[in-house]
């Protein structure tokens, strides 16, 4: 059986594949909402798909919690899909990488998708329906040198996504994780010159989060890597 989706909630919301998947779900008929710290940068996003906003620091418990309610009366109930885009971005040397940063590096990428699958989780279990889409990295499967957070936040991210779906997929909620094994197209970051598809279209990856989002419950992925096809890997 192919589900149907009503509501959308990204978090983690921000100009680049976040405003792909809105505008995408608005297009499909979906009521969206997005979250981030800041929302200022997503006055016009909101504007252009009906999207409703709300600050939120996806590492703190009780505004996650306070997330989800304050959400519902814009979107006509709670979310059904609940995409996790937040990531810790740190670089550097490891002697010289700050712990505490460090430490918010990880609670952004990972700890913050434990928070929002749990408060989504428990919406959703009663009525055995519902998707959670967790967007990953190529730091999801492999370390690189000067990026050890990142990888520690994204590896943990991925086996959080894991244990959901053997967890949450037999109770009716689709659970998946996405490696984006590539950097991602933007105005600030078009691409080499000259190869236009060394770099991922934000808007082909959204169709593929659509695309997991209507496969049928018999053959449900749990993963997928995207990657330009010139990459070799």
């Given at each position: 059986?192919?589900?149907?989706?009503?509501?959308?909630?990204?978090?983690?919301?921000?100009?680049?594949?976040?405003?792909?998947?809105?505008?995408?779900?608005?297009?499909?008929?979906?009521?969206?909402?997005?979250?981030?710290?800041?929302?200022?940068?997503?006055?016009?996003?909101?504007?252009?798909?009906?999207?409703?906003?709300?600050?939120?620091?996806?590492?703190?418990?009780?505004a996650v919690e306070a997330l989800?309610?304050?959400?519902?009366?814009?979107?006509?109930?709670?979310?059904d899909v609940v995409v996790y885009?937040?990531?810790?971005?740190?670089?550097?040397?490891?002697?010289?990488?700050?712990?505490?940063?460090?430490?918010?590096?990880?609670?952004?990428?990972?700890?913050?998708?434990?928070?929002?699958?749990?408060?989504?989780?428990?919406?959703?279990?009663?009525?055995?329906?519902?998707?959670?889409?967790?967007?990953?990295?190529?730091?999801?499967?492999?370390?690189?040198?000067?990026?050890?957070?990142?990888?520690?936040?994204?590896?943990?991210?991925?086996?959080?996504?894991?244990?959901?779906?053997?967890?949450?997929?037999?109770?009716?909620?689709?659970?998946?994780?996405?490696?984006?094994?590539?950097?991602?197209?933007?105005?600030?970051?078009?691409?080499?010159?000259?190869?236009?598809?060394?770099?991922?279209?934000?808007?082909?990856?959204?169709?593929?989060?659509?695309?997991?989002?209507?496969?049928?419950?018999?053959?449900?992925?749990?993963?997928?890597?995207?990657?330009?096809?010139?990459e070799t890997f």
């Open positions: 059986m192919v589900p149907t989706y009503q509501r959308a909630l990204i978090v983690g919301a921000g100009p680049g594949l976040s405003a792909s998947l809105a505008r995408l779900f608005a297009a499909e008929g979906l009521r969206v909402g997005l979250a981030a710290r800041h929302t200022d940068k997503l006055a016009d996003l909101a504007r252009e798909t009906g999207a409703a906003l709300h600050a939120c620091d996806a590492t703190d418990p009780s989800f309610p304050r959400l519902e009366p814009a979107l006509g109930g709670s979310p885009n937040a990531s810790g971005r740190l670089r550097g040397a490891t002697v010289d990488l700050d712990p505490e940063a460090v430490a918010r590096s990880l609670a952004v990428s990972a700890y913050g998708g434990f928070l929002v699958a749990q408060a989504a989780a428990r919406r959703m279990l009663p009525h055995r329906h519902g998707a959670m889409l967790f967007t990953g990295a190529s730091a999801s499967v492999k370390g690189f040198a000067g990026s050890a957070p990142f990888a520690m936040g994204k590896f943990a991210l991925r086996g959080l996504a894991q244990s959901l779906a053997r967890e949450l997929q037999p109770q009716g909620i689709h659970v998946a994780h996405i490696v984006i094994d590539g950097a991602i197209r933007s105005a600030a970051r078009p691409g080499p010159v000259g190869r236009p598809d060394a770099s991922l279209d934000p808007d082909a990856i959204a169709q593929s989060y659509l695309a997991l989002l209507r496969q049928d419950r018999s053959a449900w992925s749990d993963e997928i890597a995207l990657r330009p096809w010139v």
